[in-house]
């Protein structure tokens, strides 16, 4: 339809009232309207392939500002044996700032939504962190703001009377002499550690 650098808008028109699928030739854009991408792949390659050059805009943008409890993005692969069921991965060699993943709840009125949640119903871990021996922080937690909440906290309303650690931290070689379990640093005037039973 059309020619290189002269093209036309063409509209795919669907049995519902403002249900279309329009190719805009202004924006270059392919929109539905009031309608979904369903894929149904059956093969063993990957059912959406996004190839982009981009450099700081977004790859995949998800605008959800309607979603109150339901998914901005709901990833299920029931079928799934083996593999990752999401994967993040940067290749770049760029040294500069940047996030891989960025999860932010940007409304201070949202009090009630978690920035991140894992439910593990089975026995196996629910979060494991790999990290390179040169990484400067494999975890950092930064609370700047907070004021009466908490930085991190661990809970467990267990009943079961089995031995277990609800933390742990393990240097597991003898020959890290150097290496410091656990450093806390208080400049306030309260106590380091405080024990409530």
Same mark, same amino acid.
């Given at each position: 339809? +059309? &020619?290189d ?8 028109? +669907? ?18 309207? =009031? !309608?979904? #991408? ?17 450099? !700081? &805009? ?20 029931? +079928?799934l044996?083996?593999?990752? #069921?999401?994967?993040?991965?940067s290749?770049? !060699? ?6 891989? *993943? ?8 949202a ?16 979060? /494991? ?7 400067? =922080?494999?975890l ?11 930085? &991190? ?9 089995? !031995?277990?650690?609800?933390? /742990?931290?393990?240097? =597991?070689?003898?020959s890290?002499?150097?290496? *410091? +379990?656990? /450093?806390?640093? /208080? =400049?306030?005037a309260?106590?380091?550690?405080e024990f &409530?039973?």
């Open positions: 339809v +059309g &020619a650098d002269q093209g036309y808008d063409v509209i795919f028109y +669907g049995d519902t009232a403002s249900s279309n699928m329009t190719w805009d030739t202004s924006e270059d854009d392919l929109v539905l309207n =009031d !309608s979904r #991408l369903v894929i149904d792949q059956d093969d063993n390659i990957s059912a959406i392939h996004i190839d982009s050059e981009s450099t !700081s &805009a977004g790859v995949l943008y998800l605008d959800a500002n309607a979603t109150t409890t339901g998914f901005g993005l709901e990833v299920v692969a029931n +079928g044996t083996s593999g990752t #069921l999401a994967s993040f991965t290749d770049s !060699s760029s040294t500069s700032s940047r996030n891989i *993943v960025l999860i932010k709840n940007d409304n201070t009125s009090t009630g939504g978690n920035c991140l949640r894992l439910d593990q119903d089975s026995t196996g871990t629910a979060m /494991q962190i790999a990290a390179a021996t040169t990484a400067t =922080d494999i950092s937690l930064t609370g700047s703001s907070v004021t009466t909440g908490r930085l &991190a906290h661990f809970y467990s309303d267990s009943s079961d009377n089995n !031995s277990r650690n609800l933390v /742990q931290i393990t240097n =597991d070689n003898a890290a002499d150097n290496a *410091v +379990g656990l /450093q806390i640093q /208080q =400049d306030g309260d106590a380091h550690i &409530a039973g």
